[in-house]
């Protein structure tokens, strides 16, 4: 199958855009020092804006991909990682499942790209077990909303990085050693 990757954060934008929360990326690239540059996701791609989603959607159609891996942003749709989900968050990505839908690209849903609730490290991360089970809740929420329209699904990109960069090396977010 002919496909690209994303990561939500590499490429959206919109950083507090509609409710959104805030993410163990947007904190950890804001701190100094810790990435070249100082460069952050706040905007990236802005393909959260409707219109460069809608051109990015169709520059994939022209490349005759067949399948999209993109990430759900969880503090996006879940601003606390707990609690009430964001109407607006889980919106656009209805408008991304759809868009590819509609260009006959198959959608592959990354649950986890790294992209952690800052109120959920707050209280622990992945190190408290609560953090599971509001996984669990994130999962099937978004399970319900989009199982119709996406057949690929994956839990998490990459878990040795996130593991071993994130939680030893403290290289990646949430930069702990």
Not at 61 to 85: E, K, M, T
Not at 116 to 131: F, I, K, N
Not at 133 to 158: G, S
Request: charged share 20%.
């Amino acid at each position: 199958m002919w496909g690209a990757a994303t990561s939500g954060y590499q490429v959206e934008g919109g950083a507090f855009a509609d409710g959104k929360g805030a993410s163990i990326w947007d904190t950890f690239t804001h701190l100094s020092g810790r990435i070249r540059h100082g460069d952050h996701g706040d905007v990236a791609c802005n393909q959260y804006d409707r219109d460069q989603l809608a051109a990015d959607l169709d520059l994939a159609a022209a490349l005759g991909l067949h399948a999209y891996i993109f990430s759900v942003q969880w503090p996006r749709v879940q601003p606390d990682g707990r609690g009430r989900f964001n109407a607006r968050g889980l919106g656009y990505y209805d408008a991304v499942v759809d868009g590819l839908c509609a260009r006959g690209i198959a959608p592959a849903l990354t649950l986890y790209h790294w992209e952690l609730p800052q109120a959920l490290q707050d209280r622990g991360g992945w190190m408290a077990r609560d953090t599971v089970d509001r996984f669990v809740d994130y999962a099937a929420a978004l399970h319900a909303r989009l199982a119709d329209r996406v057949p690929i699904w994956i839990t998490q990109n990459e878990p040795y990085t996130s593991a071993w960069l994130g939680h030893g090396e403290g290289t990646h977010a949430p930069g702990l050693k």
